[in-house]
Each structure stands twice: as structure tokens, then as C-alpha cells.
């Protein structure tokens, strides 16, 4: 038995419907929101009832409609816990498992891609999302994505199914529609045959362009598709500022540091950031200048080393004053730089609360997710 492969020509995506033959009871995988309707009514013409609606992980590159068919056709909403996706009514862990009428899918936790990407195995077929495609895979140069991380879920859980396994990937964008475990064993030229060491250097030298949709893309998916066109809420706080680009809100550095727009600078020192907490994800250069000091060059070589060109630097210490004079600094290096409001010690009121020890949570999730 296939699944119904389905395709989004805007963005290469193949969205896949599962179902039992018995009870009709369906699975959507990776359904996308302006297909909803071509959706809808595949469902109606085969008499389907929608039970779950899946995410391999959060998309950069389109909008989910699980959401709205959660509204729309009463299915239950479930994504990879490691994603950031809290509004889905089920997280799965790996080896979960979801049944649809005498049907079930199983969850394989598959990271790289994103840090919490999964793919999904049923009967002799595994939906792959971005983490293997045919003869490529997913990039792994935002969200938490992890060239070494890829490597080991393809090598070590994927091609570790039957060779006999069909592929059915979350995007193609050459025409293909599926492949096998062995084919890609075989011939996938990022994989086959390759170390770790080699795919990592294949995957450092791709320098692909950002998916055109990514900073609409992941805020919206992160809550299912659902709030995209939302208010935007009180707590994206962006003020200008003298001799820096501005002062913003935790979750406005959230938000773009999760779209791949920022990269996360914490200024204070290892003893700090051992002793109080750190953030996952951010780079520590420590900020050790004072008044009357000229420059540091160490800091500033560092600075520059971790921020590539386009990217902004988010400044963050403990309270905000040092990263604020770490942002001035960082402005006369020709930098984009703002200071993180109020710092590791940020108002909880903004959605972002300390952890306890264990590193930063936003939204009670942990910092890094995506
Ligand atoms: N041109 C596409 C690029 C999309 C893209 O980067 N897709 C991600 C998946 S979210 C990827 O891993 N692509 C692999 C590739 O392009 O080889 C867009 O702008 O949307
Ligand atoms: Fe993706």
C-alpha cells in the first residue's frame, strides 16, 4: 500500500496522506497552508477522516495548514518535541508512536536538519521531511540544524531501516518523487561512501541562500500556521538607540535568531555564565573593558570571527549595561549590533524566563529549539 503523495509547486514541498483502508481513518504529513483546499478535498472525495495532522519539524521555507485542519477536520496536531512547536496537542519522543484506524506511524527522532527534526515510518515507507532527500538532504546552516548530527541520523537510524524502505521526501526540487533506503545507501552524493569529516565539508561549502520565506515561515509554524497574521505582540519590543542599531525585547532576539537572521553574542564571563546560567546556542566573548580602556583587540577579533556578513550581532549580559557598550563597540566594527534589554536577568513578563542553571527558556522551552 502508498501513501497519496501530494506537491506545493511554490515551494517544492510534498505533503503525503496515509490512511487505513478499514476504517478510512487518514494521517497528513507536512501539509501546507495554500494547498489547504486541494487537501480538504482529497480527504472528502476518498471519504477520509483526518485523525492527525504531522511536522517533521518547523519549516523555514512555507506555512503549515495543520493548524487550520485541526479547526477544519477535527484532526489532532502533533510535531517532534524538540521543535518549538507547543501549540501541536501531542510531542512526540523518539519511538512514538500514533495510530489511525488498525495503522500506525512511528516517530524516529532524526536531528541535523533542525535540532528536533523527526522522520516517520510506516509500514515499509519512511517520510523523511528534511533530513534525507533523494540524492541530498536538508541544509544544516539555521535553526540548530548540525552537519554532524545529519550525518549520524542518515547513516546510523535511517540507513538502518531495510534497504527495501521507500523514501518519500519533504521536498524535491528536481521533478523526483521517491527513492529507497538502498538507492540512497548507494548513490547519495552527499552520503555514500563519505565520512563524517567529508559531509561536514560538503555541507560548510553549500552557502545557500535563505529560503525567501523564512522569517514569516518559522514564527508562523511554530504555533501550527495558526498566528502568523496575528497582532504582533507587545513583547516584540525594538527602540533606537545612540551609537548601536537599537535595544530589543528577549523575544524580538528569539524570533530572529530563530529565522537565521542573528547570531547570539553573551558578553559575559565563563565564571557568570558557569556560576548563573548560560544560553544555549549564543557565543561567549567575554566583554572585558572599562572606562578609559582604548580597545580590547581579543574582543574584538572574536566579534568579528562570529558574525557573519549580513547577520546582526544580538549583544546580551547580565542585567544590559555591558552589552550595551559591547554593542557601541561592536557598531564601530562595522557590526549591526543591539543590545538585548535587561540581559540574562530579563523581565519574565517577556515571555522569556532564566533557567536554573540549565541555560535560558523561552516560552518554558529551552532557547534552543527549532
Ligand atoms: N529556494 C528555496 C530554498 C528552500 C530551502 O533552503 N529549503 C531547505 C529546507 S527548509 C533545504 O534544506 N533545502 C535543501 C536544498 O536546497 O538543497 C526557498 O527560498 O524557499
Ligand atoms: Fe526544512
Not at 531501516?161 to 521536498?171: E, F, K, Q
Not at 529565522?259 to 546560567?277: C, I, M, Q, S, Y
Request: with cysteine; net charge negative; hydrophobic share 40%.
Amino acid at each position: 500500500m502508498k501513501p497519496i503523495q501530494l506537491f506545493d509547486t511554490a515551494s517544492s514541498t510534498y505533503t503525503y496522506v496515509l490512511f487505513d483502508p478499514v476504517s478510512l481513518d487518514a494521517v497528513i504529513i507536512d501539509p501546507v497552508d495554500t494547498q489547504i483546499m486541494r487537501d480538504l478535498t482529497v480527504l472528502r472525495e476518498r471519504g477520509l477522516r483526518l485523525v492527525w495532522a504531522l511536522e517533521t519539524h518547523a519549516h523555514a521555507d512555507h506555512i503549515t495548514s495543520a493548524g487550520q485542519l485541526a479547526e477544519l477536520a477535527g484532526a489532532k496536531t502533533t510535531a517532534p518535541e524538540g521543535c518549538g512547536i507547543s501549540s501541536a496537542s501531542v510531542l512526540l519522543k523518539e519511538g512514538d508512536t500514533l495510530t489511525f484506524g488498525t495503522e500506525q506511524v512511528r516517530a524516529l527522532l532524526t536531528p541535523g536538519h533542525t535540532a528536533g527534526s523527526m522522520c516517520f515510518v510506516w509500514r515499509d515507507h519512511v517520510f523523511t521531511g528534511d533530513t534525507l532527500l533523494i540524492n541530498g538532504c536538508g541544509r544544516t546552516d539555521f535553526q540548530s540544524g548540525s552537519a554532524a548530527d545529519l550525518y549520524h541520523s542518515i547513516t546510523q537510524v535511517l540507513f538502518k531501516l531495510s534497504d527495501a524502505t521507500t523514501v518519500w521526501p519533504g521536498h524535491d526540487y528536481q521533478g523526483r518523487s521517491s527513492s529507497s533506503i538502498g538507492q540512497e545507501k548507494i548513490s547519495n552524493a552527499r552520503v555514500a561512501g563519505k565520512t563524517e569529516a567529508e559531509f561536514t565539508a560538503i555541507m560548510a561549502a553549500l552557502h545557500l541562500p535563505p529560503p525567501k520565506r523564512i522569517k514569516e515561515a518559522v514564527p508562523a509554524n511554530l504555533h501550527l500556521g495558526l498566528r502568523h497574521d496575528a497582532p504582533v505582540p507587545h513583547a516584540l519590543v525594538q527602540r533606537d538607540a545612540e551609537g548601536y542599531a537599537g535595544d530589543i525585547s528577549v523575544t524580538l532576539a528569539h524570533q530572529w535568531w530563530q529565522a537565521g537572521d542573528a547570531v547570539l553574542v553573551d558578553v559575559r564571563t565563563d565564571a557568570e555564565r558557569a556560576w548563573v546560567g548560560f544560553v544555549p546556542e549564543a557565543i561567549g566573548i567575554a566583554w572585558k573593558q572599562w572606562p578609559g580602556m582604548v580597545s580590547n583587540p581579543d574582543f574584538d577579533q572574536a566579534l568579528l570571527a562570529a558574525v557573519p556578513a549580513g547577520k546582526k550581532a544580538l549583544l546580551l549580559c547580565r542585567s544590559g549595561v555591558r552589552s550595551i557598550a559591547a554593542a557601541k563597540r561592536a557598531t564601530e566594527l562595522g557590526l549591526q549590533a543591539y543590545n538585548i534589554l535587561e540581559g540574562f536577568e530579563g523581565d519574565p513578563n517577556d515571555h522569556a524566563q532564566r533557567g536554573q542553571r540549565g541555560g535560558w527558556r523561552f516560552n518554558g522551552l529551552p532557547w534552543r529549539q527549532g
